[in-house]
Nanobody, 127 residues
């Protein structure tokens, strides 16, 4: 069982930056692939970024590539999402998720394949 708790959301102006954190419980943190997803009002939950258990492999949605960076610190059981050059369309509730299976390619982008989810943190970008 893994529990995930996100933090770091807030209100920021367009062009600004935020860093989200997701702290996980459990002793086998490094075995889990981790992902960030987001959901805006009235929209489906969408993939943002993913990182492998070792941190050596990452994947990003085209809409955030070059602006967001996912990383993890397995010693601290924490995954991060550094968000730069934020846009109003980035406004959403951001969720971190953990996947106990080893995934490759597009599978990391599929929300239904993730086993555990955090409660979400709100990010609002004003224009």
């Amino acid at each position: 069982q893994v529990q995930l708790v996100e933090s770091g959301g807030g209100l920021v102006q367009a062009g600004g930056s935020l860093r989200l954190s997701c702290a996980a419980s459990g002793r086998t943190f490094s075995r889990y692939g981790l992902g960030w997803f987001r959901q805006a009002p009235g929209k489906e939950r969408e993939f943002v970024a993913a990182v492998s258990g070792s941190g050596g492999s990452t994947d990003y949605a085209d809409s955030v590539k070059g602006r967001f960076t996912i990383s993890r610190d397995n010693a601290k059981n924490t995954v991060y999402l550094q968000m730069n050059s934020l846009k109003p369309e980035d406004t959403a509730v951001y969720y971190c998720a953990a996947d106990s299976a080893i995934r490759i390619g597009y599978q990391r982008r599929v929300a239904a394949l993730y086993d555990y989810w955090g409660q979400g943190t709100q990010v609002t970008v004003s224009s």
